[in-house]
């Protein structure tokens, strides 16, 4: 069951029939999607009921509707009343907006109601046993319950109408009860072609997405002053993150963008997230970003909007996606410029503006430039001379964009200032450079053979010197990191920088060791079977030579934990321990999914069943903190289970997750992300994720038999000792009796 977060709608109030309903009629309603099948009955039950609960006469309405029929006795009518009011009073639409869908409570007392108003309908119209269609019975839930029944019906060729039903009393004075009705035009009313969905006027959404708002923040372990002060910066705004950049909590934003999981979990909750959203003056949040003296707000959200932290997946899969986003991007960005005049009014702080903007959007050419070209070499194929014309192509590009606007200087000292003036482009430049030729490469390890080794060498610890000492050696921002500067930006930044030419230098390396790369490349035809291993132990003794690249890396000490662990022993408290802990992590700390689980039906109902491990996949792929200690605990508990197993299930997952790590530690550097974010699906698309949630979830679920199995291990275990004492003490007695 896949449902849509609520979307904002305009209503077509043109179609009312009389003014006076158009003065009351909400102009904007949140749309709320219901499950395809039975969708008439959840819509209009759940518009209902969510409207009574406006009017505080929940309690009255369910009383009514439970004992219309009158075959209920008082105590079992109270008691459903009880249950439904106290699901009702908690349902909230943009937090967890799937949940009631699941509610076993809920779905046998919304039958309950349907058959009601069967019966209603039956009564009404003096039959019996009659199944009434959808406009019928609205027709009749219009009288019954008194209250105006709005049906917006649109089809697939986006022809709307309006259908509406009324009370028979005054109609001024009842509430109103709005619905979206889609079907497919071809055919007239088919069952399977039509969704019905339900509508939530703006004004009475709006405490129930502060009410998500809080819950979303507290999963993004915000502090309790972040959390208000970001509710109050965004009250009755239009722009969550606008506004957000207008107020004086900056620096939250990127604390919010980190992760993919929170940005959409905020969009469901109602709230426009996307860095491309115009705001009332036409201006994107890039606008806003532009001139600030800390790049990292416009950074983290450049990476959000083009989708650059799981780009390498994206250069797999589908690249048109991609590409489509870096293209926005740029247009959103091109058009702030164009309607603020390119930051004339900012004064100085607009020159600034202006030419970050511009390098930005060189590094922009830069990405659909080099990416163009790797796409068309993988439409022809992916053999060893595609590989190796993506890595020239690469480099080449590179080599292209080198240089911000003057690439024709050979003064040194000139060229210094231009890398210092433009540092935020140069860095984009080579962060990403890096992270596609690791990745391109790869493929080409068979190609490395003691011919081109060396360069190779070369490149390696010339490129991560490179993004390394960019790290270690930042540039000196005015405004951030001097107070009460008497020099202007330009001189102060020029004046305070000469440690950049560190990075300088080894960027200058690079360059030249490239292009002999490229040069071997182009002139090497023969493709010999090297062993894989013999170039890993080369990649590992060229960043053994630097001690300081070691020390970034976070997969670094997550493979000592797993190597560790392989020194463990059997023990049922271990074992317990490890699966409660993934319990914890992946279940309860997720609400959607942990009330999936706790209704226990996910092990009778393989629907349920595959939307856990939907929702589970989706965490792993979207939250970055979750990965390594998932992953950590599974190989945890498979050496603990499998210490020695050569099981083709064990060791195939080990040797991709042992793949996987070879070069998770630079993705994490450059990528400012999760490791396993960028590299899972480049190895194995589509595989790893979903395995190793298969084999956590059968994990958990097998937990009683685990555990009982490991506490008969140590007990046959201490049996065994015990026997094995026994016998060697009577074999010593005989001896010394015999002798």
Known sequence: MSLSPPKKRVLPLWML?????????????????????????WAFILCYLTAEVKKKSLWNSLTNLFSYNGMLPKSKVKFLVKETEKIISNFNPFKNYNTIYWNRVFERNLR???????????????????????????????????CIINVYKMDNSGNNRLQSFYPEEDSNKVSRLILFHRFDGSVDTVIGKEKFSFGIPFKHAIPLMRDALVHVLKRANLSKDEIKQ???????????????????????????????????????????ADPLSPNEDGLSSFYHCMNLPDSNVLRVLYHFSTDNIMMIDKTVSDSNDFMKG???????????????????????????????????LRFNEFQRTVLNSIFSEKEKGIGNEQQKAIVISILDKYRE????????????????????????YYEYLDN????????????????VDEKILSIFSSVVSSLFLTVLSNCLFPKHKHGINCSNCKFPRYTCEKKKNSQRFIPFHYRSDFLKNSKELVNKLENFEDFPESPRNELLVEMRKILKSFPEIADEFLIVRLK??????????????????????????????DEDISFLWNTGRWRRNLEMEKRIKFLMVRRYMTENDLR???????????NIMEPNSKTIRFTDMWRKSNNLFIEANMIHFIAHGSPIESLTNCLYPEDLPSEIIDEIFELIKDQSAILALSELWEKKKCEAIVLNLNFKFEKGITKRMSS
Request: a neutral charge; charged letters at 25%.
């Open 560 to 589: 000592i934990h797993l190597d560790i662990v392989t020194e463990m022993s059997p023990d049922v408290n271990v074992i317990k321990r490890r699966i409660n802990h993934l319990k914890r992590i992946l279940i309860f700390e």
């Open 326 to 360: 870096l293209k926005k991007t740029a247009d959103t960005i091109r058009k702030d410029c164009e309607i603020s005049s390119n930051f004339l009014h900012l004064g100085e702080d607009g020159v600034f503006a202006f030419e970050r903007c511009r390098g930005l």
């Open 17 to 41: 029939r009389e003014e006076s309903e158009r003065k009351v009629v909400p102009e904007t309603v949140w749309e709320i999607d219901v499950p395809s099948e039975r969708s008439f009955q």
């Open 230 to 272: 970001i509710q109050k910066a965004v009250r009755n705004k239009g722009n969550f993150l606008v506004s957000l950049l207008r107020s004086s909590n900056i620096q939250v934003v990127p604390k919010l963008y980190k992760s993919q999981y929170i940005i959409r979990k905020l969009t469901e909750a109602g709230f426009d």
């Open 628 to 638: 390594p200690p998932l992953e950590m605990l599974l190989f945890d508990c498979m």
């Open 112 to 146: 309950f109601l349907e058959a009601n108003l069967q019966y209603a309908a039956n009564k009404m119209s003096g039959t019996s046993g009659k199944v009434f269609n959808h406009e019928d019975l609205l027709k009749i839930a219009a009288k019954v319950l008194k």
């Open 432 to 447: 990403f450079t890096s992270l596609l030729f690791f990745h391109n490469f790869s493929p080409l390890i068979r190609l």
């Open 401 to 424: 964009y080198f240089y911000f606007y003057c690439p024709q200087a050979e003064d040194k000292l000139e060229l210094l200032h231009d890398f210092i003036q433009h540092g935020e």
